[in-house]
């Protein structure tokens, strides 16, 4: 189930691994780009905080980008794709947010007489 939004942390601009890119220039601070929009990607498509390599240009990724995440420790080459490190510390799971959405539901239904079908 694909969320609605995500969490991008307030001290995302001053963490350490983001000014790393940042001081690599241009390539950088598009990388820090890439992993913005990973994020989002992954949370409006349910997939837990993993990319695929074919999304990779949907989320205006370049391999080089990817490598650059890789090398600062965002994101976790898998081999078929990358891993958002730390995206269960900060992200909801899908499991997570279908069952509060079938809590919410459920909830609703009761509080206005409906059986849910």
Not at 63 to 91: C, M, Y
Request: some cysteine.
């Amino acid at each position: 189930m694909p969320l609605p939004w995500v969490r991008l942390d307030t001290s995302m601009p001053d963490n350490p691994k983001i000014l790393a890119l940042a001081d690599i220039g241009d390539r950088g601070l598009a990388a820090a780009f890439v992993w913005a929009c990973s994020i989002a990607y992954s949370g409006k498509h349910g997939t837990d905080g993993f990319i695929t390599r074919s999304a990779l240009s949907r989320i205006n990724g370049k391999p080089t980008h990817a490598r650059l995440l890789v090398e600062h420790n965002l994101w976790k080459d898998e081999g078929v794709g990358w891993s958002i490190n730390g995206w269960d510390e900060f992200q909801e799971s899908t499991a997570e947010t279908k069952a509060r959405s079938d809590r919410m539901r459920d909830l609703a239904n009761r509080r206005w007489g409906k059986d849910g079908t």
